[in-house]
């Protein structure tokens, strides 16, 4: 099974400023099957970014993923209010098998 | 507008069994692979099952397999998660989602239901 490990766990930071979030896999990744979530309390998951890099339907373009092999970035340029959330990583492989990562908390400093 | 409204859960002893419903709407059911993703309070997500559009191929963690049976029926554009001999363990809420790609499998998801909370308790 492929653990994806996300890092920080949590990350304080600033309206405006810019957020960076790591995805490692234990193994490689296909780019095609790396996807990235958003989660607010009390809400379900949003899709945000698929295939390591394309936006999802209507995400602003202050998100952007990037990677590829065993360590995936999701950046957000200038953050917003309302960005601050769970981040979850997600991959696919053979079996199949999808695993997330356990999320990366995004605060407000 | 796709919808995906889940129902079923609830409190159950351990050892007991459950059936969850996904109630979609807004698009073509019939062509879209639909999964179930749970998450246990506090916790981070976990992919429970998958199945095809016409029910053919069905996919299940190592943790639920041979437990939990997903189904689809597409004249009643419902998913389905049959849940028996639950354990502690189980307790969650339980997402249904869509494949974000229509007739195949993309491994992602661009919609999900609200959730369905799980209780496995005695």
């Known amino acids: 099974e492929i653990v994806l490990t996300q890092s920080p766990g949590t990350l304080s930071l600033s309206p405006g400023e810019r957020a960076t979030l790591s995805c490692r896999a234990s193994?490689?990744?296909?780019?095609?099957?790396l996807a990235w979530y958003q989660q607010k309390p009390g809400q379900s998951p949003r899709l945000l970014i698929y295939?390591?890099?394309s936006r999802a339907t209507g995400i602003p373009d202050r998100f952007s993923g990037s990677g590829s092999g065993t360590d995936f970035t999701l950046t957000i340029s200038r953050l917003e209010p309302e960005d601050f959330a769970v981040y979850y990583c997600?991959?696919?492989?053979?079996?199949?098998?999808?695993?997330f990562g356990q999320g990366t908390r995004l605060e407000i400093k | 507008e796709v919808q995906l409204v889940a129902s079923g859960g609830g409190l159950v002893k351990p050892g007991g069994s459950l059936r969850l419903s996904c109630a979609a709407s807004?698009?073509?059911?019939?062509?879209?692979?639909m999964t179930w993703v749970r998450q246990a309070p506090g916790k981070g997500l976990e992919w429970v099952s998958s199945?095809?559009?016409?029910?053919?191929?069905?996919y299940y963690a190592d943790s639920v397999k041979g437990r939990f049976t997903i189904s689809r029926d597409n004249a009643k554009n419902s998913l389905y998660l049959q849940m028996n001999s639950l354990r502690a363990e189980d307790t969650a809420v339980y997402y249904c989602?869509?494949?974000?790609?229509?007739?195949?499998?993309?491994?992602?998801?661009?919609?999900w239901g609200q959730g369905t909370l799980v209780t496995v308790s005695s």
């Open positions: 989602a869509r494949d974000a790609v229509e007739g195949g499998w993309s491994y992602y998801f661009d919609y």
């Open positions: 807004g698009f073509t059911f019939s062509t879209y692979s």
């Open positions: 199945i095809s559009p016409t029910g053919t191929y069905m």
């Open positions: 193994q490689s990744v296909s780019s095609s099957y």
């Open positions: 295939g390591a890099s």
């Open positions: 997600q991959q696919y492989g053979s079996s199949p098998e999808i695993t």
